[in-house]
Every structure is written in C-alpha cells, then in structure tokens.
C-alpha cells in the first residue's frame, strides 16, 4: 500500500516512489532527499521532502496485511 513519505523513510539505499518510478535515495538533507536519477546530468535530483509525488510501500504480510517491518 502506497503512502505519504515521512522523515523515517528517508533513509540512503531505500528504494521509493517518484512520480510513476522507483528510485533509490542516495542521500538527504534537512529539506531534501537525492534520488538517483542517471536520465539527469550528475546522476541525481533534488526534491523537497515534503512534495506530494514522493510515495513509500508498506510491506505486505503473507496474508496481505501490513507488516510492521518500518515501526
């Protein structure tokens, strides 16, 4: 299940979702997260941390429940 990012997602190497694609945080900042994005020159792209289209999955259980894997 997809759902708002909050500060405890943004943690380097995760894999997140930015406008239709995943893509991986390679770091943050206090206002920012870097998202490897090789379409780009320098191979990242800022974005707020607070932007709308920046989406993480809860992991689903064998039963398709949420799993408190995340806290």
């Known amino acids: 299940m997809a759902r708002q990012c909050k500060d ?3 943690i380097p190497g995760k894999w997140i979702h930015y406008w239709g694609q995943i893509r991986q945080i ?5 206002t920012e997260v870097y998202l490897h994005y090789p379409e780009y020159i ?7 941390k607070n932007n709308p ?6 992991p ?6 949420i ?3 995340y806290g």
């Open 53 to 58: 289209f920046l989406l993480t999955f809860e």
């Open 26 to 30: 390679l770091f943050t900042t206090e």
């Open 42 to 48: 320098g191979g990242k792209l800022a974005v707020s």
């Open 67 to 69: 799993d408190d894997l």
């Open 8 to 10: 405890s997602d943004f």
């Open 60 to 65: 689903l259980d064998d039963q398709g429940q």
